[in-house]
């Protein structure tokens, strides 16, 4: 199972993300027991990830755009992914894995973009699904739609829980895991290294991380290598 660093970017700066509410995100460094500066180079040479996902939040509100600096930073990772908040099929960057995250992206738009490249992120708060394209009743009619489609990936991303060290909700990883034909991986509340064993335990392909790293309850190690086994 792939263990993927996150970072959220505003203005340039890492910030710390917290239940979705991003209008009061506030500089990583405020809260990290292991980064001194909010500068993201700063950031990724100290903690040094093998996969690294990075969300544009300026571009994902309309506000402006970091990809400057995620394609630099793409350069120190192995892997990168990145939802900067792609609307058009003509919008989407290929430098990186893009990231299509319901709120943003149509995904009954998907046979317009280079699909095997991509990452669909189900976009869900309080269990309901962002769904730009207003033509699912639920996370689970979209997931059934992309197995249409051979993806990089489809991301279950519980944006309320984002931040709090509350825990996967596993019950709707498992399911999801059990409906997908693509990879499925995990993302929202990832608590210590036993969510990661509890995880890759219910099938889960990879799952990202970012608080649990900044509190010490999960090794940088952990990041450094990428891969629970």
């Given at each position: 199972m792939k263990v993927v660093f996150v970072i959220d970017l505003i203005d340039g700066r890492?910030?710390?993300?917290?239940?979705?509410?991003?209008?009061?995100?506030?500089?990583?460094?405020?809260?990290?027991?292991?980064?001194?500066?909010?500068?993201?180079?700063?950031?990724?040479?100290?903690?040094k990830?093998?996969?690294?996902?990075?969300?544009?939040?300026?571009?994902?509100?309309?506000?402006?755009?970091?990809?400057e600096i995620i394609l630099e930073l793409r350069k120190e990772v192995e892997e990168t992914m990145a939802d900067c908040g792609f609307k058009e099929p003509n919008d989407v960057v290929y430098d990186v894995y893009p990231i299509l995250g319901t709120e943003t992206f149509n995904i009954k738009r998907l046979e317009e973009v280079d699909a095997k490249r991509v990452y669909v992120s189900l976009d869900l708060k309080e269990e309901e699904l962002l769904d730009a394209s207003n033509s699912f009743r639920n996370w689970i009619d979209a997931m059934e739609f992309l197995n249409s489609f051979n993806l990089k990936g489809v991301i279950v991303l519980m944006l309320d829980k984002v931040g709090t060290s509350t825990s996967l909700d596993f019950e709707s990883l498992e399911m999801a895991v059990g409906l997908s034909d693509n990879p499925v991986y995990g993302g929202g509340g990832i608590r210590d290294t036993e969510d990661l064993i509890k995880a890759k335990e219910v099938g889960c392909d990879g799952v990202l991380i970012s608080t649990a790293i900044h509190n010490g309850r999960i090794p940088i190690d952990v990041i450094r290598g990428g891969i629970l086994k």
């Open positions: 890492v910030v710390r993300g917290y239940k979705g509410e991003r209008e009061s995100y506030k500089p990583i460094h405020h809260f990290s027991k292991i980064v001194k500066s909010s500068n993201p180079y700063e950031v990724i040479k100290k903690l990830p093998k996969y690294l996902y990075i969300a544009d939040l300026d571009r994902i509100m309309g506000k402006g755009s970091n990809l």
